[in-house]
């Protein structure tokens, strides 16, 4: 027994070390340019709400017995009560949810497994495993042994696997556990679907021994013609040489590495990235025999009390909310074609902005809005009421602040990290988000902080904005319902705004729900004329908001959740969307579309 809990002691200790030893440490960018073999397809699944296959009936973990061993009958007299080669199949990516009706409210363990050769791509080369996301807790084998883990259902990470793989028959195991957690990010409470499963794609990448782990480009604060530059490299020795070449711009630049890493700065005049000339330049990174290429915008962020100012120039942000639900089949977006009609539709009502809602989407929605012009608000699911006073809860909310941060940095078009949505007001909550903020410009002091706030203060007609948090955001994102949670929707006109910081507010959340194609009375709860009454109304408020400096509606595309239990209507989603889940337009997606057709800039 003794020996037992010594093991589960170690045994547990090793898993925190393992998942802590990885925190903050860079991982490899801009995937699309290396070279790599996807595992993307077919792979076989075990489903398991009881983690037996992780735990034996003592609910201690299993040595060598666990279902990651992979395990084969080899005399007909043998008991292995599992084999995944004649279990069921799920498509990665994708979520489990919409891809097997017995999975559609189904939290908890899935064992995923893959069988695949590995073929070497180039020479003494290193090999890095590379999952887009998983939703949400990840444990991963290969050969049935542990290489990583991994908490958070929105972010990349990689597990080194050189020397690891073998020419045939590798099986690579991963026990994906989406059981939601009061101490988690998000918490138990949300209102969106937890989609579980290997959501995004998996590839092999494959690099040079010596190679060009991370990078960061971009305009110097404050500067239109000053390049910053940072490289880290890994396995790069003293002295050893980089250059950074932008054609367009004719740079051509030779740095020297130490400690695996440089900094440099380039003079430039780049023509810069703007909405309305999304202007992208070929950058090309090359380090021994490792090339990198990567298409980067250069732009300046500020503000200037109540104005976001792009390039220099106050800009007004025509936005509008987006969850990363599939278009049609519903789901989690799995592909990049998904990604474009969500943005397609977005630029059809007219908008320069969106808020990629309510954790980091994939890079390719956010390389695709940015190719098409869009300012990006991306956030972390620090959602409602997290355990603010954990400390553990902190460290993966810094965590997945750090990943979303490390794989988009070099996004022109991201100008907003969003820290929290609707958080209640509090210490321990100030003490939490104030030092998530710190870390956030830490990590990145070129862009904009904000934060989605509900917790305005005042009357029925008069909202004052004072929280606390508004001292350690640059740009105070407010949600507000008026005409849907509170008031009717003539009252919105009449109410008035008040904000106690000398800060831009946008206007995080606004609208109500309608069921597409029911029709009534302005009054009458879930038609499109109720919606459109609220647009209608909300939009007359906006007009009064002198700090007001943009918006972003809730939401684009109705979306499900099991928080919306209304059969007649809701069936599972949130009537919100300004678009039904199979992209009809509702009547309010006209009247917002008029509206920012009608604004200036
Ligand atoms: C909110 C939340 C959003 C919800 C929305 C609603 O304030 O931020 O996640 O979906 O309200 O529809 O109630």
Redesign the pocket.
Known sequence: KTICLIGLLFFSLNIYSQSNKEANSPFIQNIDSRERTSLNGLWQIIIDPLENGYYNHRLLPREKSGFFANRKMESPSDLIEYDFDTDYQLNVPGDWNTQMEKLYYYEGTVWYKKTFDYIQKLEKEQVYLYFEAVNYDAKIYLNGKMIGSHIGGYTPFQIDVSGKLLKEDNHLVVKVDNKRKREAIPTVNT??WNYGGITRSVHLIHVPKQHILDYTIGLKKGSKNEINGHIETKNGVNGEKATITIPELGINKEVVIKNNSTNFTIKANPELWHPKHPKLYDVKICFKSDTITDKIGFRTIATQGSKIILNGEAIFLKGISIHEEAPFKTGRVATKEECITLLKWAKDLGCNFIRL??YPHSESMVKEAEKMGFLIWSEIPV?WTVLFDNPVTYDNAEQQLFEMISRDKNRAAIILWSIA??TPEGNDRLDFLSKLSKKTRQLDDSRLITA?L?TQTGSKNEKIIEDKLGNYVDVIGI?S?CGW?SGAPESCNTLRWKNHFNKPMIMS?LGGGALQGLHGEPNQRWTEEYQEAVYINNIEMLRNIDFLSGVSP??LMDFR?PRRHLRRVQKDF?R?GLISEQGIPKKAFYTLQEYYKNENN
């Open positions: 209102d969106w809602a309510h959602y949505n609707e989605a509900d949600n319902y949670y959340e809730w939401i959740s949130n919100k």
